[in-house]
């Protein structure tokens, strides 16, 4: 029997609601639905739906579209979100993601100014853990810039890598903002990559969030040796649309994102020799 030129891992490739911005938590499902994504990220932020597991589960049922991953109210506009206590939002995270079935929570390292959060984070995170089958992946964040100043705003590290988990996610636009080697964070993450938010960037001082290709992060290479490596977690592709002009043009964003994922999550397993110009 030949052996297969091409190896495509168990990986699902999700849509992070986030994705649609500033359209809803519902356009998102529809939008996964038709293009062919193997299921959504819910960003549970300000969007009533985002918030409501019974809105949440009916929208899923609709579409035939699974809650693979729940990203947890901790941006700076969500602060109010399911409480302005930081572990309530995590366990209400927890049993969202139980109650939908998904099998990861998404959760930012603490911002510096909630103290006693960030003391106990690494700990409680690894006692939450212990509690339930869900993930809790850590992503990576970045250092706030303005100008030749530097902020650091997470807690204990934006680097999580520096830090004890069980699961990582590795956002590469963050890797971008970052100025850090994405391939050498992935390395460090090791068999505790759990969970990947696929976007691009170049560099900036901001959060980019571009469609993967667009950018300077080896998002191609990361693909392939997830490919190569039988990655079994999920792929969410979490880019920024906001500067759309329509509908149409969002949509096609996202599909160029999905088609390049998968693209390259078709990695080949043995490359074939380079043939030598005349």
Known sequence: MAEPVVRIPDAKVALSTASVYPESTATAF??????????????VWTDPVSQDIEALRRLSDYHQVPILAVHAPCLLITQRVWSTDPWTKLRRAQAAAEKLGASTVVVHPPFRWQRQYA????????RMAHETDVRF???NMYPWRYKDREMLAYAPEWDVTKDDYRHFTVDLSHTATARTDALAMIDRMGDRLGHVHLADGRGSAKDEHLVPGRGTQPCAEVLERLALGGFDGHVVIEVNTRRAMSSAEREADLAEALAFTRLHLASATA????????
């Not at 939008?31 to 960003?43: S, W």
């Not at 106990?120 to 690894?126: L, T, Y």
């Not at 490359?271 to 005349?278: D, E, K, L, V, W």
């Open 30 to 43: 529809e939008t996964a639905a038709r293009l062919g994504y193997d299921g959504v990220e819910v960003m």
């Open 119 to 126: 003391r106990d984070f690494v700990s409680g995170i690894w």
């Open 137 to 139: 992946a850590v992503e």
């Open 271 to 278: 490359r074939p020799p380079r043939i030598p110009r005349s």
